[in-house]
């Protein structure tokens, strides 16, 4: 599984971090080795930008996801790209106590979460808001277990 990270805005973050739990949640969600997924963290006008130009919002936002190919999709020995997850760290770490998690633990659930919409998951009613936030808290507690056991 290819994960590529492009930091492209000012506060410290722990990329490596993130490109490795993206790595645990694709796995889990048994997404085939082969396909790729960018994570891009940006400024706040950057991803402002980005949510009018394709939701239609205005202002800044956590987390953006842009599905490409499903997998299973694309023919054998081509590229297969999951999509992108566009992270804003600023907005992240911002809302971060609101929810009394870390700056860091916030920018981890909104990775997962969007990952999961990388995967076809919404929460566009109550039911799958629930199971959807149910499987990002039970993936990130699998990856913290991961990590402990050193795996």
Known sequence: MAV???DEQDLEVDGDDL???S???LDEQRVP?????A???VDEATIAGLNSQHLG???PTDVLAFPIDEPGESPPDTPSILGDVVLCPSVAYAQAPEFDRSPHE??????????LHLLGMDHADTDT???MFALTDSLLASDLASRDRGT
Do not use: C, I, Q
């Not at 080795?33 to 997924?37: A, L, P, R, T």
């Not at 916030?106 to 990952?115: A, F, I, K, M």
């Open 4 to 6: 590529f990270l492009a």
């Open 19 to 21: 490109v490795r739990l």
């Open 23 to 25: 790595r645990h949640v």
């Open 33 to 37: 080795s082969e396909m790729e997924v």
């Open 39 to 41: 994570l891009l963290l």
């Open 57 to 59: 919002k205005t202002g």
């Open 106 to 115: 916030e920018l981890r659930l909104l990775t997962v979460h969007g990952l």
């Open 129 to 131: 808001e629930r199971e």
